[in-house]
C-alpha cells in the first residue's frame, strides 16, 4: 500500500486528536481554579500536598493539605468525574493551616491543591497519584 | 435523614491555655457520589455530607466544603488552639437537608 497525502492527512489529524485529549482535561480543571482565584497568578511553593504515590484502593486515598497562612485551601482532583474534591477554610482559632482527609480517585492522576493566603496570593501544588482500582462507579 | 449516621470525635479532655490540640472527627455516611449505577443501570442520586464545621465557643475553627469525591464515612483531621475551658460544637450538614451535631468540653490543664 502506498502512504498517499490522503493517509498522511489522516494521521495527522488522529495525532492531534489524541494530543488535544490532555489538554482539554487540563482545561477543565483550570476552570475551577479561575473561579477559586478569580484569575489571579498561582505561584508555587508555601503549600504542601501529602498523598501516597500509589493508592491501592482508590475508594479512599489519604491526602494531607497544609499552608502556613492561608485562609482557604482548595484541592482538585483533575481525573475525576468532577474534579472538586473539597475546600477548607480556617477560622480564627484554627492552630494550623493543615488538614487531613480521604478522598476518591477515578484512576490515575494528578491531585492539586491550591491555597489562598492571607495576603490575596494564591500558592499551588501537586501530587501524582497512581490508583490501582478505580474509586468511581460499579 | 439518611439511615446510620453517626458523628464521631476525638478531643483531648484536657489542653494548655493557647495550646494547641488535634482533632479528629469521622461521621458514618455512605457519601453516595451521583456517579456510579444499580444492578438496572439506573443512576443512584447522589446523597452526601456538602459541608462540615467545628466552631469553639463561637469561634469558628474550620469550615469545609465536602464533594462527592471525599469517601464514605468521610474523615478529617485539623489542628485547634484552645484559649479557654469551653466547647467544641461539631456540625456535618447533609444533602437532605439533616443537620448532624456532636459537642465535646474541654478543660484547662
Known amino acids: 500500500m502506498q502512504f498517499t497525502r490522503r493517509d498522511a492527512l489522516a494521521v495527522g489529524a488522529g495525532a492531534a486528536l489524541v494530543a488535544g485529549l490532555p489538554i482539554r482535561a487540563m482545561a477543565m480543571g483550570d476552570e475551577y481554579i ?25 475508594n479512599t486515598v489519604p491526602i494531607e493539605v497544609s499552608a502556613e497562612g492561608a485562609t482557604e485551601i482548595m484541592v ?13 477554610k480556617f477560622g480564627p482559632l484554627a492552630a494550623s493551616q493543615d488538614a487531613k482527609t480521604r478522598i476518591r480517585l477515578a484512576k490515575t492522576q494528578d491531585v ?24 468511581c462507579g460499579g | ?7 464521631r470525635v476525638k478531643v483531648p479532655k484536657t489542653a494548655q491555655a493557647g495550646g494547641t490540640i488535634t482533632i479528629k472527627t469521622l461521621i458514618s455516611h455512605k457519601m453516595e457520589s451521583g456517579q456510579r449505577k444499580d ?11 456538602n ?26 483531621e485539623f489542628e485547634a488552639t484552645v484559649p479557654e475551658a469551653g466547647d467544641f460544637a461539631f456540625t456535618w450538614y447533609d444533602d437532605d437537608g439533616s443537620v448532624y451535631e456532636e459537642s465535646k468540653s474541654i478543660a484547662i490543664a
Request: proline residues 8%.
Open chain 2, 51 to 76: 459541608r462540615f464545621t467545628c466552631d469553639f465557643n463561637g469561634q469558628n475553627v474550620i469550615d469545609v466544603t465536602l464533594e462527592p469525591a471525599i469517601s464514605t464515612n468521610p474523615f478529617i
Open chain 1, 112 to 135: 492539586v491543591a491550591i491555597a489562598k493566603m492571607d495576603d490575596g496570593t494564591f500558592a499551588k501544588a501537586s501530587a501524582s497519584i497512581k490508583v490501582t482500582i478505580g474509586g
Open chain 2, 1 to 7: 435523614m439518611a439511615k446510620g449516621v453517626k458523628p
Open chain 1, 76 to 88: 482538585l482532583a483533575l481525573g475525576n468525574p468532577v474534579p472538586p474534591v473539597a475546600t477548607f
Open chain 1, 34 to 58: 479561575e473561579a477559586f482565584t478569580g484569575g489571579a497568578e498561582v505561584g508555587e511553593g508555601g503549600i504542601t500536598l501529602t498523598a501516597p504515590e500509589i493508592a491501592e484502593n482508590g
Open chain 2, 39 to 49: 444492578k438496572e443501570g439506573n443512576i443512584i442520586p447522589r446523597s452526601i455530607i
